[in-house]
């Protein structure tokens, strides 16, 4: 049974065990990080970080669990209120739990999450160009692509193109939640 929650400061060891076990895995998908990131201590800071962020209403840091087990991270992160009501939206998955239908069951119910509790309107996310798995989780969960930007973020260590993709508050209710 997949599911998200609010991460919290207890998760830290397993969340620093799970970025450290797919640090390979995640590498050609992230931007090139400090080797204090995949630490305990790192991952702290992180999930501090992500809390206080939180608490001000900017960020949803969740963990993805399979059957009570953590196997990976979503966020709706730099969330804008007023007219705008956007979040950026953000996962990973690790390599075991990675194909198996983890991430689109993650993506659904956070964009519940957006809509249902945050109130916001439109989630976007980007993927890189070549990120077919990924572009199919959005695409399930009735994401839509509009447009490409390039050299959108530092990946990796390059500045790569990341296709766009976008959901409605109001498109989600008839998206096919395959």
Same mark, same amino acid.
């Given at each position: 049974?997949?599911?998200?929650r609010l991460?919290?400061?207890?998760?830290?060891?397993?969340?620093?065990?799970?970025?450290?076990?797919?640090?390979?895995?995640?590498?050609?998908?992230?931007?090139?990080?400090?080797?204090?990131?995949?630490? +305990?201590?790192?991952?702290?800071? @992180?999930? =501090? !970080?992500s809390l206080? %962020?939180?608490? #001000?209403?900017?960020? /949803?840091?969740h963990v993805?669990?399979?059957?009570?087990?953590?196997?990976?991270?979503?966020?709706?992160?730099?969330?804008?209120?007023?007219?705008?009501?956007? +979040?950026?939206?953000?996962?990973? @998955?690790? =390599? !075991?739990?990675?194909? %198996?239908?983890? #991430?689109?069951?993650? /993506?659904?119910?956070?964009?519940?999450?957006?809509?249902?509790?945050?109130?916001?309107?439109?989630?976007?996310?980007?993927?890189?160009?070549?990120?077919?798995?990924?572009?199919?989780?959005?695409?399930?969960?009735?994401?839509?692509?509009?447009?490409?930007?390039?050299?959108?973020?530092?990946?990796?260590?390059?500045?790569?193109?990341?296709?766009?993709?976008?959901?409605?508050?109001?498109?989600?209710?008839?998206?096919?939640?395959?």
């Amino acid at each position: 049974m997949v599911s998200t929650r609010l991460v919290t400061l207890e998760d830290v060891p397993a969340v620093a065990e799970l970025f450290h076990a797919n640090r390979e895995f995640l590498l050609p998908f992230e931007p090139t990080r400090p080797d204090e990131y995949f630490s +305990a201590q790192g991952q702290e800071a @992180v999930i =501090r !970080a992500s809390l206080e %962020r939180y608490a #001000a209403g900017i960020t /949803v840091p969740h963990v993805i669990l399979v059957d009570d087990r953590i196997v990976g991270r979503i966020n709706l992160n730099d969330i804008v209120r007023g007219p705008f009501l956007n +979040a950026h939206l953000g996962y990973w @998955v690790g =390599r !075991a739990d990675n194909g %198996r239908g983890v #991430a689109t069951a993650a /993506v659904r119910h956070l964009a519940r999450v957006a809509f249902e509790e945050q109130g916001l309107h439109r989630i976007q996310a980007g993927t890189l160009r070549h990120n077919v798995g990924s572009q199919t989780v959005l695409q399930r969960n009735g994401f839509v692509r509009f447009g490409v930007a390039e050299k959108y973020l530092k990946i990796a260590g390059k500045w790569q193109d990341h296709v766009l993709f976008q959901l409605l508050a109001d498109e989600e209710s008839r998206s096919d939640p395959q």
